[in-house]
């Protein structure tokens, strides 16, 4: 049995993953890269404002972790409350 993973490492893909991902996720990958640089949007205009500079860089400098809880949390929020019926396009 492998080791467990911690939360920010990125399991390894085996054969029947990457299947899935051809069969399911090929023909949305635009779609699902503007949602995710849409969230990434969101959350740099809502961290940078709070956020004072990290070994004297602006942000994002240094601020991987607080970056990483707060997509989380917001992608969290919106998987709980999604705007859009399962299998439409998000507009």
Do not use: N
């Amino acid at each position: 049995m492998p080791a467990p993973l911690l939360f920010q490492w990125i399991i390894p893909l085996d054969d029947a993953q990457a299947m899935l991902i051809r069969l399911c996720l090929t023909r949305i990958s635009e779609s699902l890269m503007e949602y995710f640089l849409a969230l990434w949007a969101e959350t740099d205009t809502a961290l940078a404002p709070l956020l004072p500079p990290a070994g004297g860089k602006p942000y994002p400098y240094g601020r991987c972790e607080e970056i990483t809880r707060e997509l989380h949390a917001r992608l969290m929020k919106r998987l709980e409350r999604p705007i859009c019926a399962v299998g439409t396009r998000h507009p």
